[in-house]
């Protein structure tokens, strides 16, 4: 980049429409990317207009600058650091009082603003109806009254970005005289040529922060100040000081709100369904129902159309005089199926699900509901969808756990999916163990699943100690998501996920093939199967096949017949080796497709550890199962 | 008495929240500020409970709840 003539930041709290306005500013033209050093999403989009090359960079939606939550962090960093030309506070009009809070915050990083009033209909239709003039006075900040989803007030709202990232204008707000007089006191310490501004190096210095090259008579005059401040009013300043901010949007929010009726009842009827002891639960648990459903059925539905259409092209090929063909069909071309495979039947409904749970104000809901049951595991509300949906695919588990923001819970989030039996090792387990022992046995395996997913989350909870402060979130008002928004989040989560995903897939299975046609397996079997037969208790030839689940974990029954010799799976393994075999199958590897999403959602070593960790698991549960079973099955 | 008494749509005024440093301050950031009046939308008695602050629904779990000490009104 580089090239553009501007640079727009957006920025205002979650839940405000700031994506939707990204979207209707940037179109499809959006890159992602980690802000260096965190986990932190940067969206980057440009936009052409007027002649003008403009960059849109899409902040975090966060509250406040002060919780040094990663979020604030990335946000305030990029402001102070890559000085974008002009912020876009996107501000929520039903909700002003919080959102003037983060604007003030904003104003003291001294940077040109311009405010999106956005969702101006929503909030009419909540009886909430906001001056854009008066608010612009009392700010000294343009105010565009705009209605991101559909598309109202956009050009206006870049006119004015463009204007006054010219103009180069400062707002300026007080606060109350004690606090005013004691940072005026303060500023006088502070040398000229700093930056952003020295009102906002002298708040961050009276927060107790350390800021490098500021002369130590600042330093020491603020701490005498912080002292004297501290002891009148009993708290630390930080504090006294957002209570100064919300009392200055407060005052600000009530002289340009006007409360009328409210037109809309309907919303408090929806809640008294959806949030409710008898029928909210109800409701939760007919809606996981119809999520995994979809998900599940049409997913395997349209899976098995998918490998019947493509696998019909194998034949063929290698009947062809392509060069190399057998190891472009099993090494490349599978694995590109694969990803397709994957993708299509369950990523794709999943996004889709994802953005409707998320549009609507439901997700909130259900986090809301499910929060007492995920504590169990250490875990909060959020990280039940996630984990019920890794019940269909651990893919779309992983990377939905995204919406979870504690680092730590969504790394355990990320780390308990791949233990949900998917699909894929539903397939095993009820193709081996229901079908030739007992769907009863088959059902313990399930139940064992879940105990060791409780244990880890247990032992991880007692690991971290460190209590978990709970639930703090905010519940959006429930509406109609908009399909707009919803297809193209859809869109751009895939396509990230898809260029993550493909080469990842395709190096491993073409790894997986190289292996092959070298005859390495068969090394690799001898070199397994002392383990295998000693302490796992199971035939060396299943060596193979659980290689080989590494790439889709179906493969790991279809191919028992394939390197067993035998379709009928009866004559290949004793039931007691069918529930060996299954407990290692259920835990001892994510698929790559799998662990594609953990190398996009967790740190390279995570993903390694997670990985070592289950295949240890995995041998020792299925050595220990074999100990056990051995004494009463043959 | 503690937000986490209180049942549903009765109103009260935030006085103090005992928590360390780093949770009163999410706590107010989300604008729950001494003074606050604020109603109780959701209390199932057990579990997370929804608090409408400054016209915006908030999910609190119990824990947290219990550490918000607030006068009713």
Same mark, same amino acid.
């Given at each position: 980049?580089?090239?553009?003539?501007?640079?727009?930041?957006?920025c205002?709290?979650?839940?405000?429409?700031?994506?939707?306005?990204?979207?209707?500013?940037?179109?499809?033209?959006?890159?992602?990317?980690n802000?260096?050093?965190?986990?932190?999403?940067?969206?980057?989009?440009?936009?052409?207009?007027?002649?003008?090359?403009?960059?849109?960079?899409?902040?975090?939606g966060?509250?406040?600058?002060?919780?040094? &939550?990663p979020?604030?962090?990335?946000? *305030?960093?990029?402001?102070?650091?890559?000085?974008?030309?002009?912020?876009?506070?996107?501000?929520?009009?039903?909700?002003?009082?919080?959102?003037?809070?983060?604007?003030?915050?904003?104003?003291?990083?001294?940077?040109?603003?311009?405010?999106?009033?956005?969702?101006?209909?929503?909030?009419?239709n *909540?009886?909430?109806?906001?001056?854009?003039?008066?608010?612009?006075?009392l700010?000294?900040?343009?105010?565009?009254?705009?209605?991101?989803?559909?598309?109202?007030?956009?050009?206006?709202?870049i006119?004015?970005?463009? =204007?006054?990232?010219?103009?180069?204008?400062?707002?300026?707000?007080?606060?109350?005289?004690?606090?005013?007089?004691?940072?005026?006191?303060?500023? =006088?310490?502070?040398?000229?040529?700093?930056?952003?501004?020295?009102?906002?190096?002298?708040?961050?210095?009276? %927060?107790?922060?350390?800021?490098?090259?500021?002369?130590?008579?600042?330093?020491?005059?603020?701490?005498?100040?912080?002292?004297?401040? *501290?002891k009148?009013?009993?708290?630390?300043?930080s504090?006294?000081?957002?209570?100064?901010?919300?009392?200055?949007?407060?005052?600000?929010?009530r002289?340009?709100?006007?409360?009328?009726?409210?037109?809309?009842?309907?919303?408090?009827?929806l809640?008294?369904?959806?949030?409710?002891?008898?029928?909210?639960?109800?409701?939760?648990?007919?809606?996981?129902?119809l999520?995994?459903?979809?998900?599940?059925?049409?997913?395997?539905?349209?899976?098995?159309?998918?490998?019947?259409?493509?696998?019909?092209?194998?034949?063929?090929?290698?009947?062809?005089?392509?060069?190399?063909?057998?190891?472009?069909?099993?090494?490349?071309? *599978?694995?590109?199926?694969?990803?397709?495979?994957?993708?299509?039947?369950?990523?794709?409904?999943?996004?889709?699900?994802?953005?409707?749970?998320?549009?609507?104000?439901?997700?909130?809901?259900?986090?809301?509901?499910?929060?007492?049951?995920?504590?169990?595991?250490?875990?909060?509300?959020?990280?039940?969808?996630p !984990?019920?949906?890794?019940?269909?695919?651990?893919?779309?588990?992983?990377?939905? &756990?995204?919406?979870?923001?504690?680092?730590?819970?969504?790394e355990?989030? %990320?780390?308990?999916?791949?233990?949900?039996?998917?699909?894929?090792?539903?397939?095993?387990?009820?193709?081996?163990?229901?079908?030739?022992?007992?769907?009863?046995?088959?059902?313990?395996?399930?139940?064992?699943?879940?105990?060791?997913?409780?244990?880890?989350?247990?032992?991880?909870?007692?690991?971290?100690?460190?209590e &978990?402060?709970?639930?703090?979130?905010?519940?959006?008002?429930?509406?109609?998501?908009?399909?707009?928004?919803?297809?193209?989040?859809?869109?751009?989560?895939?396509?990230?996920?898809?260029?993550?995903?493909?080469?990842?897939?395709?190096?491993?299975?073409?790894?997986?093939?190289?292996?092959?046609?070298?005859?390495?397996?068969?090394?690799?079997?001898?070199?397994?199967?002392?383990?295998? &037969?000693?302490? !796992?208790?199971?035939?060396?030839?299943?060596?193979?096949?659980?290689?080989?689940?590494i790439?889709?974990?179906?493969?790991?029954?279809?191919?028992?017949a394939?390197?067993?010799?035998s379709?009928?799976?009866?004559?290949?393994?004793?039931?007691?080796?069918?529930?060996?075999?299954?407990?290692?199958?259920?835990?001892y590897?994510? %698929?790559?497709a799998?662990i594609?999403?953990?190398? =996009?959602?967790?740190?390279?070593?995570?993903?390694v550890?997670?990985?070592l960790?289950?295949?240890?698991?995995?041998?020792?549960?299925?050595?220990?199962?074999?100990?056990?079973?051995?004494?009463?099955?043959? | 008495?503690?937000?986490?008494?209180?049942?549903?749509?009765?109103?009260?005024k935030?006085?103090?929240?005992h928590?360390?440093?780093?949770?009163?301050?999410?706590?107010m950031d989300?604008?729950?500020?001494?003074?606050?009046?604020?109603?109780?939308?959701r209390?199932?008695?057990?579990?997370?409970?929804?608090?409408?602050v400054?016209?915006?629904?908030?999910?609190?779990?119990?824990?947290?709840?219990?550490?918000?000490?607030?006068?009713?009104?």
């Amino acid at each position: 980049m580089g090239r553009e003539d501007l640079v727009i930041a957006l920025c205002g709290n979650a839940n405000v429409g700031k994506s939707a306005l990204f979207n209707q500013l940037t179109g499809l033209q959006q890159t992602t990317g980690n802000w260096p050093g965190k986990t932190v999403e940067l969206k980057e989009g440009t936009l052409y207009y007027k002649g003008k090359f403009i960059k849109v960079v899409d902040l975090p939606g966060i509250y406040s600058l002060s919780t040094y &939550s990663p979020e604030e962090e990335v946000a *305030e960093e990029y402001i102070l650091t890559k000085k974008p030309d002009i912020v876009i506070n996107v501000v929520d009009a039903a909700h002003l009082e919080r959102n003037l809070f983060f604007t003030i915050q904003l104003i003291e990083l001294g940077v040109p603003m311009v405010i999106a009033l956005n969702q101006v209909d929503f909030a009419e239709n *909540e009886g909430i109806f906001v001056d854009a003039y008066k608010l612009q006075n009392l700010l000294n900040i343009p105010v565009v009254p705009t209605v991101a989803i559909k598309g109202k007030g956009i050009k206006a709202l870049i006119d004015e970005a463009i =204007k006054q990232s010219e103009e180069k204008k400062i707002a300026h707000i007080e606060y109350g005289k004690e606090i005013e007089s004691q940072i005026n006191e303060l500023i =006088k310490y502070i040398p000229d040529n700093v930056y952003p501004t020295k009102r906002f190096i002298a708040i961050k210095l009276l %927060c107790g922060e350390n800021i490098e090259n500021i002369p130590v008579s600042a330093v020491q005059k603020a701490k005498l100040i912080i002292q004297s401040l *501290e002891k009148i009013h009993g708290e630390p300043i930080s504090l006294i000081l957002t209570q100064e901010r919300y009392s200055k949007a407060e005052l600000i929010a009530r002289a340009v709100t006007q409360l009328k009726n409210p037109k809309n009842k309907l919303r408090e009827f929806l809640d008294s369904i959806f949030v409710s002891p008898v029928s909210g639960y109800i409701t939760l648990i007919i809606i996981f129902f119809l999520i995994f459903g979809t998900i599940y059925k049409f997913g395997g539905f349209l899976g098995c159309i998918l490998e019947n259409f493509f696998g019909g092209f194998k034949e063929p090929f290698l009947a062809s005089n392509i060069p190399y063909k057998e190891f472009l069909w099993n090494g490349v071309i *599978e694995g590109f199926l694969s990803v397709i495979y994957v993708v299509i039947p369950y990523i794709l409904p999943f996004y889709f699900i994802l953005g409707v749970l998320e549009d609507s104000g439901y997700l909130a809901r259900m986090a809301f509901l499910t929060d007492s049951l995920m504590h169990l595991i250490g875990l909060h509300g959020k990280a039940s969808l996630p !984990l019920f949906l890794g019940f269909g695919c651990n893919v779309p588990a992983v990377l939905g &756990s995204r919406i979870i923001e504690s680092k730590k819970e969504r790394e355990l989030t %990320c780390f308990l999916s791949t233990l949900v039996p998917c699909s894929a090792r539903t397939i095993i387990v009820m193709g081996l163990v229901g079908a030739f022992i007992g769907f009863k046995y088959a059902l313990l395996l399930y139940i064992l699943s879940f105990f060791i997913i409780f244990l880890i989350g247990k032992i991880a909870q007692f690991i971290n100690k460190s209590e &978990s402060p709970g639930l703090i979130m905010e519940i959006p008002p429930i509406r109609v998501p908009s399909l707009n928004v919803i297809i193209k989040s859809t869109y751009f989560k895939l396509k990230d996920f898809i260029i993550y995903a493909i080469p990842l897939i395709i190096a491993g299975s073409a790894l997986l093939e190289i292996l092959n046609q070298a005859n390495l397996l068969v090394s690799i079997e001898n070199f397994f199967s002392p383990l295998f &037969s000693g302490f !796992l208790g199971l035939p060396s030839f299943t060596v193979i096949p659980i290689i080989f689940g590494i790439l889709r974990k179906e493969l790991g029954i279809i191919m028992l017949a394939t390197f067993g010799g035998s379709a009928n799976l009866s004559t290949l393994l004793l039931p007691r080796q069918m529930i060996v075999y299954s407990i290692v199958m259920l835990f001892y590897f994510p %698929c790559i497709a799998t662990i594609s999403a953990l190398l =996009k959602e967790l740190s390279f070593t995570k993903t390694v550890i997670i990985i070592l960790f289950e295949i240890v698991l995995a041998i020792l549960l299925g050595g220990l199962s074999n100990l056990i079973l051995s004494a009463f099955m043959p | 008495m503690s937000l986490s008494d209180l049942k549903e749509n009765e109103k009260a005024k935030i006085v103090k929240i005992h928590g360390g440093i780093g949770l009163t301050q999410r706590l107010m950031d989300l604008g729950l500020t001494y003074g606050t009046v604020v109603h109780i939308v959701r209390n199932f008695g057990r579990g997370p409970i929804i608090v409408s602050v400054r016209n915006t629904d908030i999910a609190l779990g119990r824990g947290i709840a219990r550490r918000i000490w607030v006068e009713k009104i």
